[in-house]
C-alpha cells in the first residue's frame, strides 16, 4: 500500500522558514517525480514545485519561485520543501504527490501551513 506522508507544517511568521517533509512508502520512490501542490481555503488545488526521479532537475511556481526550494533523498525516500520568506497568501494546505508517467498517481493527506502577517 502506497503511503506518503507530509510533516513540518505550522504556524510562521511572514519573513519565517519552514521545511516540509514528504516520507514515502510502498512503492519505489526512485522512479517517480515528485511535487508539491497547495490549496487555501476556497481557492483550486494549486502547482507549487516538481522535481525529477533523480532530482537532476526542478520546476517552480512562478509565485515561489526564489523563495522555495524542492529537493530529495532517495535513499531515504524523502522528498522535501524548503520555504523561505513565507507570505500570509502562502497559508494552505501542502501536499506531495508522486508521478510516474504524466499523472500524479499518488497524494499525501497534506500539512497545513499559516502565515500571520
Known amino acids: 500500500q502506497v503511503q506518503l506522508v507530509e510533516s513540518g507544517g505550522g504556524l510562521v511568521q511572514a519573513g519565517g522558514s519552514l521545511r516540509l517533509s514528504c516520507a514515502a512508502s510502498?512503492?519505489?520512490?526512485?522512479?517517480?517525480?515528485m511535487g508539491w501542490f497547495r490549496q487555501a481555503p476556497g481557492k483550486e488545488r494549486e502547482f507549487v514545485a516538481a522535481i525529477t526521479k533523480s532530482g537532476d532537475s526542478t520546476t517552480y511556481a512562478d509565485s515561489v519561485k526564489g523563495r522555495f526550494t524542492i529537493s530529495r533523498e532517495n535513499v531515504k525516500n524523502t522528498v522535501y520543501l524548503q520555504m523561505n520568506s513565507l507570505k500570509p497568501g502562502d497559508t494552505a494546505v501542502y501536499y506531495c504527490?508522486?508521478?510516474?508517467?504524466?499523472?500524479?498517481?499518488?497524494w499525501g493527506q497534506g500539512t497545513q501551513v499559516t502565515v500571520s502577517s
Open positions: 510502498g512503492l519505489t520512490f526512485s522512479a517517480y517525480a
Open positions: 504527490a508522486a508521478r510516474l508517467w504524466t499523472k500524479y498517481n499518488y
